[in-house]
C-alpha cells in the first residue's frame, strides 16, 4: 500500500481525474468506471480501530474499512488502494480528487456536509477521556475540564471533539492540537497534556495498545448531553459525486439487512454489533447535515 504523497500511478490518475463527474448518461458514469478498473482509492487517516495500516503487514485494517471493502465488493470492485493522510486533509483530499472515497468513521456533521457527500451512517459511537494514572485532577467529563482553565487537553487536528468540548464551556486556549491519537497519548503520558479525548472506540484500543501504566482510561466517563453525540460515522464522496454515493448506499443498505454489517462490527476491536450498529432509516446522512 501506498501511503499519501507518493504519486498516483498514470492510470490511477485517471481514474480520479474522473471524481465529481456523475454526468454519463444512463448514470453508470463513475460506478461504471471504478468496476472497469476494478479498483478503488480510499483515503484515510491512521485512527484505529475505525482505519488503519497495520504496522507488520501494511495491510489496512479496522472496521471502517472493512465495511468500505465489503460495500465495493457488493458493488462490483474488489482492488481497494490505501492512502495514509493527516485526518485534516482527508475532505480536502477528496474535494481535490486526490481519493474516491475517504473513510475513518468521521461523523457526519453539518459543517462537514458543506464540503464533502456522506453516505449513510454505517457506524455509532460515544466519547472517551484518557488521563494521567491516578486521575489525580479527577476528570470525569468535558465540563470537569472547562470547570478549570489550567487543564491542557490534547485534542487530534479536525475532529468534532474541539467544538464537543467548547459547547461544555472548554476555552481554546486549553487545547493542545496533535497530528495523531499516538501523540494524543504521548502528550498525556510526558505530562505536556492532563487528558484527551476523542471516541471511546478510539481511545480504548489505543490505550490497550500502549501499555503503559502512566495513563489510564476513564472508565466513569459521563457522556455530555449535547447535539453530535453519539455521533454516526460514514465514509464520504467528493460533493459532486452523487451517483458514486448513491451506489455505495444500496450496497450498504444489503449488507446492513444481510448482516455483514453486524458481522464486520462483532469481529473488530472496540466495536460490538449491539452497541455500535446503526439500522437501516434509523437515522439518516440528509438529517444528521441538517443537524437534526
Known sequence: MKKAGILLTFAAALVLSACG???TEGGEGRVA???EADTVNIGFANEPPYAYENSDSGELEGASIEIAEAVFSEMGVENVEGHLTDWGELIPGVQAGQYDVITAGMAIQPDRCE?????EPEMQYGE????AAGNPLDIQSYADIGENPDITVALMEGTTQFEFLETEGVDSSQFMSVADIPAQLSAVQSGNADVTAATEATLRAAYES???DDVEIVENFEQPDIQGIPSFGAAAFNIDDEELRTAYNEALETLKE???IDEILDGSEGFTADNNRVEVGEVTATALCEGE
Open 115 to 119: 464540503n464533502a457527500l456522506f453516505a
Open 33 to 35: 468506471e471504478l468496476q
Open 128 to 131: 472517551g477521556l484518557v488521563v
Open 258 to 260: 444481510d448482516g455483514t
Open 210 to 212: 500502549l501499555g503503559s
Open 21 to 23: 463527474d456523475s454526468g
